[in-house]
């Protein structure tokens, strides 16, 4: 496939015309990106029209030169039986293009989406991040939408985003780790290196054995009613819906949220209504752990 790309100066003259044609049909392109501030409307449809091409998109020229503005074409190209590809035409000044994405920008596309849509790997789904942005905005990993090629990955963000939010996106680059090469690193120490000191330490964080669930639960310096709710919901004997309606029948779903079963787990962390108070207590950077623990680990850890 070929393509002419001209920045061109005085489009609509003859010159223009005739240049243009014998190019045409020297290299018979099959798109050709003309980029010319100076002609827009009617005129700029006329002379397109002239050149022979039977489609076409203009953009119009937007503000003077040093201003930031975001002009750009971008379109999916599909050429015979090519595997179809992203073409995007960029003029103006394209600092904004290739800079990453804003917390601005992320929080305009996080509310932009649907309350039970989750936007990460963590399992989030948006309403909570809506309800808490001030919490939430420093655990936003933009990385979680690149695939493993380092790409961005654009069936996620058609899953979750609008088209005018998503074609904004990926016409920025995805985040790289800045010219370093990958490499192995420690994750105890502070700078990656393996020390002795530093799993000696984090060794010394491993439980014993001995010192079970129950025994901490009973140990723990709380009021008496709180550890007896504990233990029963330790042993999964709470009266929730899912419970109630396996023994009395009936629909065992939660009436907070209409968002399916109440089990134990629903209750405590997983409804909307939970999960909006845990983000509150639990500290920032230990969110996402917080929400991704299956049960035992998450009591164990947790009581
Ligand atoms: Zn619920």
Redesign the pocket.
């Known amino acids: 496939m070929i393509s002419l790309v001209w920045n061109v100066r005085g489009a609509a003259s003859d010159a223009f015309r005739r240049t243009f044609k014998d190019m045409m049909k020297q290299h018979k392109p099959d798109l050709a990106i003309l980029l010319e501030t100076k002609c827009s409307g009617d005129t700029a449809k006329k002379v397109i029209q002239h050149l022979g091409f039977t489609n076409f998109i203009i953009k119009e020229a937007q503000g003077f030169v040093g201003e930031s503005h975001r002009q750009y074409i971008h379109v999916k190209v599909q050429y015979q039986r090519d595997k179809e590809w992203f073409l995007m035409a960029v003029t103006s000044d394209c600092r904004k293009l290739i800079a990453m994405p804003t917390k601005m920008e992320i929080r305009r596309a996080i509310f932009s989406i649907g309350s039970l849509k989750v936007p990460g790997s963590d399992g989030l789904p948006s309403l909570i991040y809506k309800n808490n942005w001030e919490i939430m905005k420093g655990k936003l990993l933009v990385w979680e939408w690149t695939k493993q090629n380092g790409k961005w990955d654009i069936d996620k963000f058609n899953q979750n985003l609008p088209p005018e939010i998503v074609m904004e996106i990926i016409c920025k680059p995805p985040p790289q780790a800045e010219n370093d090469d990958d490499r192995r690193g420690w994750r105890p120490s502070h700078d990656g290196n393996f020390s002795i000191n530093s799993t000696y330490k984090e060794l010394r964080k491993w439980p014993s054995e001995e010192k079970t669930v129950w025994k901490q639960l009973w140990s723990w310096r709380g009021p008496q009613r709180a550890k007896i709710f504990l233990w029963t919901a330790m042993h999964k004997k709470l009266m929730t819906n899912q419970r109630r309606a396996r023994i009395f029948g009936g629909v065992g779903d939660?009436t907070?949220?209409n968002?399916g079963q109440?089990d134990i787990f629903?209750v405590l962390r997983n409804?909307?209504?939970a999960s909006t108070i845990w983000v509150n207590l639990v500290k920032t950077d230990e969110i996402p752990n917080f929400f991704q623990l299956e049960w035992d680990n998450w009591i164990e850890t947790n009581l």
């Open positions: 939660c907070r949220c968002g109440e629903h409804c909307p209504k």
